[in-house]
């Protein structure tokens, strides 16, 4: 079993819907919690970090983190075309390790007009 | 505003053949990171490099070295590439454990 696991998608929506995408993890270690965008033949960009649980706003995304659960979510609202993209969680464990990074495997989301 | 610079973008290689990919930050960043992705794997990191002057082995090492060239530049070699080995690469960068800068990778192909 993966340590982080991913839908892949595809996840195909109209352009405006409210879209949420989840990663489950199993190592309660984990304390950090980022969401990356990648756009096709681009590198990863960070979107949102995060470190506790609770909810963190910026614009139209969301990121949300259960602890509790081991289970985080990016909610993307008024969805645009140009957030067509694959989106990628990531989390690591504090401390020392050299800021190693697990990743999920990436959902692809497709905003339709 | 260049933050993490891969060269080349594309490469063939032939089964065999040696290569080295390079990477440049200009963020002043003390650590930096090669990973590979590959389709349902997601990002597996092959060697990171903690600080100029160190290196330590990732998920993936075999089949690669690493080189810290001084605190902007961090070089992936391969010394016999192998068909297992083509796989899209990516460097980044961060400065201790706040979040990683991707760079845009290297497609390589191994025949």
């Known amino acids: 079993q993966k340590e982080v696991e991913q839908d892949p998608g595809p996840l195909s929506v109209p352009e405006g819907a409210i879209v949420s995408l989840n990663c489950t993890y199993s190592?309660?270690?984990?304390?950090?919690f980022m969401w990356y965008r990648q756009y096709s033949r681009k590198g990863p960009e960070l979107l949102m970090y995060?470190?506790?649980?609770g909810n963190k706003e910026d614009g139209r995304f969301t990121a949300q983190v259960d602890k509790s659960s081991k289970y985080i979510s990016l909610f993307i609202r008024d969805s645009q075309p140009s957030d067509s993209a694959t989106y990628l969680c990531?989390?690591?464990?504090?401390?020392?390790?050299?800021?190693?990074?697990?990743f999920g495997t990436g959902t692809q989301l497709k905003v339709e007009l | 505003n260049a933050g993490v610079t891969q060269t080349p973008k594309f490469q063939v290689l032939k089964t065999g053949q040696s290569m080295t990919l390079q990477c440049a930050q200009d963020?002043?960043?003390?650590?930096m990171y090669w990973y590979r992705q590959d389709p349902g794997m997601g990002l597996r990191l092959i060697y990171y490099?903690?600080?100029?002057?160190?290196?330590d082995k990732g998920e993936v090492p075999n089949g690669y070295n690493v080189s810290r060239l001084n605190k902007r530049e961090f070089s992936l070699r391969l010394e016999s590439a192998a068909p297992s080995q083509t796989s899209v690469y990516f460097c980044?960068?961060?400065?201790?454990?706040?979040?990683?800068?991707f760079g845009d990778g290297t497609r390589l192909s191994i025949l």
């Open positions: 995060t470190y506790s649980s």
């Open positions: 190592n309660s270690a984990f304390q950090y």
């Open positions: 963020m002043n960043h003390n650590s």
């Open positions: 980044a960068s961060s400065e201790a454990d706040q979040p990683q800068h």
């Open positions: 490099s903690a600080s100029e002057g160190t290196t």
């Open positions: 990531a989390m690591r464990v504090p401390g020392g390790g050299g800021n190693k990074l697990t």
